[in-house]
């Protein structure tokens, strides 16, 4: 019998110092992506298998090519806010 590999959680970074907030992300995957204020951007380190698919979109939007996609090999960093039961970065230096 042959097994499929589990599929490997998803990891999300954002290079905060690239970032510009063109806000690409924001729109193609508002559920994981979300601006805290005009230019703070929030977003999900660990987003479920349901929005991969939106999350890849984001990563390709992204004109300075700010986000960074992989399997998880460790557990999530601990964030700094909770939004709607979703841990989530802050990139406000908190």
Not at 58 to 72: D, F, K, Y
Request: charged share 20%; glycine share 8%.
């Amino acid at each position: 019998m042959i097994t499929k590999p589990l599929p490997q959680p998803l990891r999300l970074v954002v290079d905060l110092n690239r970032c510009q907030s063109y806000g690409q992300c924001v729109y193609a995957a508002p559920t994981v992506f979300r601006f805290h204020g005009e230019e703070s951007l929030e977003y999900d380190y660990a987003p479920g298998p349901g929005v991969r698919r939106e999350v890849e979109r984001a990563a390709a939007a992204c004109p300075v090519r700010a986000i960074t996609l992989s399997g998880a090999t460790e557990p999530a960093p601990v964030p700094c806010g909770v939004t709607e039961s979703a841990p989530v970065a802050c990139g406000d230096g908190r």
